[in-house]
């Protein structure tokens, strides 16, 4: 399945940015300038899905000369950012991240548990030193309006699963605000650069038809259902991360996600999934009349029950593993591998009350030829 490689980018961020640029006015300190807002983009690319970045784990110089991005303007842009409020300092036990505010305000929660409108930035957007060109000109605006049309583009991949999105040339320039002049060198930037996400499809006089680069996108096998719950496990297992007293680098991290999801969310969603298909297949055959169907609303009330039960072990199994190697970190020469057996543990502990789940993980593996985990032994 081809699908687009992309950062997450709230409306509501593309909103204030614009508003901020075009509607308020500011001291000269605190002006949005093309390196701000390219730092801004930049920062975006490494921060976690709660908008913040381990302090002990950044920097900048290192990340700037990754992305051939000029470091002195993208040193001055990050200072500048915390002066407008874009970014911030925060805490949280014992540990310092730097936190983007607007990300961080559109996390769902419990009291309001909706995902905020978003469209994807493409990667390649960071690729082949194309923000630079942006800090050179100090082009904000014209940033501002790449930043619309790939928000215009995304939203007809995600309607049509077509990139095709037309745009009038007079509209577009009086849009972004620019003089004759300093569009005609946007257009230079943006359209005619084989760095661009954005290319060309047709034009006329009037008219660009403008869609996304082959190589904003790549092929994937695509689960949408496991991404989810997935990308759940793995916010939840920040959390109690973050909100730890142990010390970790980003590399650490990394591994506790990729044990979580080998030891833990594949084979639990391997589970929940066997119990989705039985119930699929038990409630097919009754309105088939290939079974009767007394007891059906029982049956499918214990699936439900099953499923809402796997998904309730996930935290406290974290929450037991995170603070189990917290206690232990000093003593530990690999966290990774000491953070991966214990999650194995504590995932034996918290099923060894839940045998019909257990069941359905361990002959989901057994019709697969493979070996039963232990912790689901």
Request: with cysteine.
């Amino acid at each position: 399945m081809k699908v687009l490689d992309g950062i997450q980018f709230f409306d509501a961020e593309q909103q204030y940015l614009k508003l901020y640029e075009y509607e308020i006015e500011h001291e000269s300190h605190k002006k949005l300038t093309a390196a701000s807002l390219v730092t801004y983009l930049l920062l975006r690319s490494v921060c976690d899905s709660a908008g913040q970045i381990y302090e002990a784990d950044f920097n900048l110089k290192e990340l700037s000369a990754k992305m051939d991005l000029p470091y002195s303007s993208m040193h001055n842009g990050y200072h500048r950012l915390f002066e407008i409020g874009l970014l911030t300092i925060k805490r949280i036990a014992g540990h310092t991240y730097i936190t983007l505010p607007i990300v961080a305000a559109h996390l769902p929660d419990k009291e309001d548990n909706e995902i905020s409108s978003y469209f994807r930035i493409p990667r390649i957007l960071f690729k082949g030193g194309f923000l630079k060109q942006f800090i050179k000109s100090r082009d904000v605006r014209g940033l501002l309006g790449l930043l619309d049309l790939l928000n215009g583009l995304f939203r007809e991949w995600g309607r049509k699963r077509s990139t095709t999105l037309k745009r009038k040339k007079e509209t577009l320039m009086k849009k972004i605000k620019h003089s004759k002049y300093a569009f005609k060198n946007w257009l230079q930037r943006v359209l005619s650069n084989a760095a661009s996400p954005i290319v060309v499809k047709s034009e006329t006089d009037e008219l660009f038809e403008l869609t996304l680069a082959e190589a904003a996108f790549v092929e994937r096998e695509k689960d949408v259902k496991f991404e989810q719950f997935n990308a759940a496990t793995r916010n939840t297992l920040l959390s109690f991360v973050k909100s730890s007293r142990l010390s970790y680098r980003k590399a650490d991290l990394r591994d506790f996600q990729w044990a979580c999801q080998q030891e833990l969310t594949e084979p639990l969603y391997a589970g929940i999934s066997a119990f989705a298909a039985e119930q699929a297949d038990y409630a097919e055959k009754v309105a088939m009349g290939i079974i009767a169907g007394s007891g059906v609303e029982q049956k499918i009330e214990e699936f439900d029950g099953y499923l809402r039960g796997a998904k309730l072990l996930i935290p406290s199994i974290l929450d037991a593993t995170v603070n189990e190697v917290a206690a232990k970190a000093s003593s530990i020469q690999n966290i990774g591998a000491y953070f991966r057996k214990t999650l194995r543990i504590q995932t034996s502990i918290a099923l060894r009350e839940d045998k019909p789940l257990r069941i359905a993980i361990t002959s989901w593996y057994r019709n697969q030829n493979m070996p039963v985990p232990s912790q689901f032994q």
